[in-house]
C-alpha cells in the first residue's frame, strides 16, 4: 500500500485578492494541513494569500517550509515566524524544490505566478513525469475560467480528454482536505525524470 500523502505544495496568490473569501480559505487551508500532521510547502512570501495560508499553519503548530528564490526576498518578504526558509539561486530551482518536496499540489486562487505553477504541474503530469494529485479549489469562482479553458482546449483537440482526469476541483477546503486524506502518495516520477 503506497504511503499517505505527507506534504502538500500550495499555489496562490501574493495578493490578498478582491474577496475576502479567498483569505478565510487560505486560513482554514493552512489550519487544515496543520491539524493533519501534512507538511505545507511554498513559496516562502510573507504576503497575499501565501502569508496567510503559511500563517495559519504555523500557529496552528504545523510544519511550513518556505522555498524562494533569492530575488524575491525583498518582494514577497518570508514571514519571521517561519522555522523554515529555503533560499533558492532561481525561480526554476524553486519551483524544482517544491515539486520535489510535495506529494500533492493543492491550488487556492491566485495571479499569473499561481496560473503558471498550476500549469507547470499539470503539463509534468501529461509528460507521464509524476502521478501525485493535483487539487484546485474553486473559492468565489476564482477556477471556473481556468477550467473553461482546459475544456475549450479539450473541445478544440489539443489536449487528451483523459487529460481531464490530472487535476480535481472541489467547491471549499473540507473536500480539498479529505481528497488528500483519501489519496495515496504515488512515485513522484512514473516514468521519466524531469
Ligand atoms: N512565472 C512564474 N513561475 C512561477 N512562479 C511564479 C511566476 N511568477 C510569479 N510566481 C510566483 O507565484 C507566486 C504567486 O504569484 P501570483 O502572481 O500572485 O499568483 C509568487 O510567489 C510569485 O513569485
Given at each position: 500500500m503506497p504511503p499517505a500523502i505527507r506534504s502538500a505544495a500550495v499555489f496562490c496568490g501574493s495578493r490578498l485578492g478582491a474577496n475576502p473569501v479567498f483569505a478565510q480559505a487560505a486560513r482554514a487551508l493552512g489550519q487544515g494541513l496543520a491539524a493533519r500532521g501534512i507538511t505545507l510547502v511554498y513559496g516562502g512570501g510573507g504576503i497575499g494569500l501565501m502569508g496567510t495560508v503559511a500563517e495559519a499553519a504555523v500557529e496552528a503548530g504545523g510544519t511550513v517550509r518556505g522555498i524562494i528564490p533569492e530575488f524575491?526576498?525583498?518582494?514577497?518578504?518570508?514571514?519571521?515566524?517561519?522555522?523554515?526558509?529555503?533560499?533558492?539561486?532561481?525561480?526554476?530551482?524553486?519551483?524544482?524544490?517544491m515539486f520535489?518536496?510535495?506529494?500533492?499540489?493543492?491550488?487556492?486562487?491566485?495571479?499569473?505566478?499561481?496560473?503558471?505553477?498550476?500549469?507547470?504541474?499539470?503539463?509534468?503530469?501529461?509528460?507521464?513525469?509524476?502521478?501525485?494529485?493535483?487539487?484546485?479549489?474553486?473559492?468565489?469562482?476564482?477556477?471556473?475560467?481556468?477550467?473553461?479553458?482546459?475544456?475549450?482546449?479539450?473541445?478544440?483537440?489539443?489536449?487528451?480528454?483523459?487529460?481531464?482526469?490530472?487535476?480535481?476541483?472541489?467547491?471549499?477546503?473540507?473536500?480539498?482536505?479529505a481528497l488528500l486524506e483519501a489519496a495515496p502518495a504515488g512515485p513522484a516520477e512514473p516514468s521519466g525524470r524531469l
Open positions: 524575491l526576498t525583498k518582494l514577497e518578504r518570508p514571514s519571521p515566524r517561519l522555522a523554515e526558509i529555503e533560499i533558492t539561486d532561481s525561480m526554476h530551482s524553486r519551483k524544482r524544490r520535489d518536496l510535495a506529494d500533492a499540489f493543492v491550488t487556492l486562487p491566485g495571479g499569473l505566478g499561481t496560473l503558471d505553477e498550476t500549469v507547470e504541474v499539470l503539463t509534468w503530469r501529461q509528460l507521464r513525469l509524476h502521478a501525485k494529485p493535483v487539487i484546485i479549489l474553486d473559492i468565489g469562482g476564482w477556477a471556473q475560467p481556468v477550467v473553461a479553458l482546459i475544456d475549450a482546449m479539450i473541445a478544440h483537440g489539443f489536449v487528451a480528454p483523459d487529460n481531464r482526469e490530472f487535476f480535481r476541483v472541489v467547491p471549499d477546503v473540507p473536500a480539498a482536505l
